[in-house]
């Protein structure tokens, strides 16, 4: 379980360092910045809940 939520983090982190890499390299109007972005959110939405589940689970 510790590991699921340690490789869930672990994306959060590539997407938000990959937003950063699009936002200097493409600019402030980059669709592919939102896209990373739009990841990050989703994935750390996802481990929430995932924390959530396996804190009832034990």
């Known amino acids: 379980m510790k590991l699921i939520v340690l490789l869930v983090l672990a994306a959060v982190i590539v ?5 950063l890499f699009y936002l200097v390299r493409d600019g402030q109007g980059s669709t592919r910045m939102l896209t990373a972005l739009k990841l990050r959110v989703a994935l750390s939405a996802l481990l929430i809940g995932l924390l959530v589940v396996f ?4």
């Open 15 to 19: 997407s938000l360092g990959a937003s």
């Open 55 to 58: 804190y009832y689970i034990g």
